[in-house]
């Protein structure tokens, strides 16, 4: 079915329950169907030659547009915060408020900043922000065949925008949710937009007020790829889901953390920094579906 299943870096709590929702994937048709995912290392990548890719906010935070006092402050947070985000020992209700803590120091720091709006397409040029192999093959699928992409992001949307801007893929079948900059009438930036996005929030409670599952009611079938615990909750908006497959990039801390992985993703990638995976099962499950009939909503 899905050749790619068989590479090294793969691996399935249970391959029988994977081949049979992929291939209810591809029965349904791709009128119900739609990719849900996450952005930063999981659309890119996580590390190059040994050294770590940096995520939209690194982007900005290690950029020309933060003082070196801010810079700082930034990496101080992250050296804080991140262990407590990736710790398979706490809970996601111990990591809630620390998460939100995390994200709003950020935030007031990046807005001390004066960061304008005409300087974010060229930081993000200067970056060594990576997609991941596959992410152009990825996206050209989706659109070919008219299926919808939901990225749902806590990191800085106007930097992710403009990192699939600047990769020619941004299409009109992409449609993002994430933490988006509030700029002055002068172009600086003064804060982020409401709501606060951060890695164990990304469900209804930030979806509530979003009109984008409710005009895809059809679409009860999921791909869904992801990198962390709070990921698996992206799909919550959407209204009796029939299949869902969840893919996860275990990118840090593989075996400590791959216990867990494997019970709560269908299909666990370990240090892949390529899209292949998604990339083979997208081809199965578009191949004969392009002349399927549209359902309608009732």
Request: aromatic content about 8%; overall charge negative; proline content about 4%.
């Amino acid at each position: 079915m899905v050749p790619e299943l068989e590479k090294a870096t793969v691996r399935m709590k249970d391959p029988e329950r994977v081949k049979n929702v992929i291939s209810a994937l591809r029965k349904g048709g791709v009128g119900k169907f739609q990719v849900i995912s996450d952005f930063d290392m999981t659309l890119t990548r996580f590390g190059f030659n040994g050294r770590r890719c940096p995520t939209s906010y690194n982007i900005i935070d290690n950029s020309r547009v933060i003082s070196e006092e801010g810079k700082k402050k930034l990496k101080d947070l992250l050296q804080h915060y991140y262990p407590i985000e990736i710790d398979p020992y706490r809970t996601m209700e111990d990591k809630l408020p620390l998460m939100i803590e995390w994200w709003t120091k950020a935030h007031d720091l990046l807005a001390q900043q004066k960061i304008k709006k005409s300087d974010i397409a060229q930081v993000v040029k200067e970056s060594d922000v990576m997609l991941r192999d596959g992410f152009n093959i990825l996206f050209d699928q989706l659109h070919q065949n008219k299926v919808p992409l939901f990225i749902f992001s806590a990191g800085v949307g106007d930097v992710l925008e403009e990192i699939i801007h600047q990769a020619g893929a941004f299409y009109p079948n992409v449609n993002v949710v994430s933490n988006y900059m509030d700029f002055d009438d002068s172009g600086v930036l003064r804060g982020f937009k409401e709501p606060l996005i951060h890695t164990y929030n990304k469900n209804n409670t930030v979806l509530k007020d979003t009109e984008y599952f409710q005009q895809l009611c059809t679409r009860t079938n999921i791909l869904l790829l992801g990198d962390s615990m709070g990921d698996l909750s992206m799909a919550d908006g959407v209204v009796d889901v029939e299949n869902i497959l969840r893919v996860g990039f275990l990118n840090d801390r593989v075996e400590e953390q791959r216990g867990k992985y494997l019970e709560a993703y269908d299909i666990v990638l370990e240090k892949d920094e390529t899209l292949d995976v998604a990339n083979g099962i997208l081809r199965f499950v578009l191949a004969e579906t392009a002349q399927a009939t549209q359902p309608t909503c009732p």
